[in-house]
């Protein structure tokens, strides 16, 4: 292992992700009712990272979908027009930021399945938290109070209804 590789998590980060105050809360989310315009169930995920470009200083990728985990992967990993920005093919020529190395499913254990869209975005940066307070840089969208506010926002003037602001999460 180099100086520039990610740093491995301990056995036991996901246990630790999944149990405690930190359950406490993916329960809260949990029991939020169903999304009325966006149907189905989210789960949250986490991708290692590997930096392509020296402003790109995380480790992992946090995010959510109601799609298979698997499938969500395979586009950030093929850097598409559905890809998080992060892995987009963009500019002339196109030059992603990061690189979507695998899917962190040890991390993954334990999450729960969200009903509503706006619980698996709270949820979401919940995780990217976790994972940040033990010492690992992640990016998601969620991850800080003011940008999910902003995604919740964009998601009431896309669907016309209220949603519920970011509590303690």
Not at 78 to 85: E, F, I, N, S, V
Not at 110 to 123: I, Y
Request: aromatic share 8%; glycine share 8%.
């Amino acid at each position: 292992m180099t100086d520039t590789d990610p740093p491995v998590p301990a056995p036991d980060l996901a246990r630790s992700l999944t149990a405690g105050q930190g359950y406490a809360k993916w329960l809260d989310l949990v029991a939020l009712p169903p999304s009325q315009h966006y149907g189905g169930t989210y789960r949250v995920y986490v991708i290692e990272v590997e930096s392509l470009a020296p402003a790109c200083r995380w480790n992992f990728y946090v995010g959510h979908t109601a799609s298979p985990v698997q499938k969500r992967f395979d586009q950030h990993a093929q850097g598409g027009p559905l890809a998080a920005r992060i892995f987009c093919l963009t500019g002339t020529p196109p030059r992603p930021r990061a690189r979507a190395v695998r899917l962190r499913e040890d991390l993954m254990l334990g999450t729960p399945v969200f009903n509503s869209k706006e619980a698996a975005m709270q949820a979401e940066g919940l995780l990217a938290r976790m994972l940040e307070a033990r010492g690992h840089r992640t990016k998601s969208d969620a991850k800080n109070k003011a940008a999910l506010r902003r995604q919740l926002h964009r998601l009431r003037m896309q669907t016309g209804r209220y949603l519920p602001t970011p509590g303690a999460y």
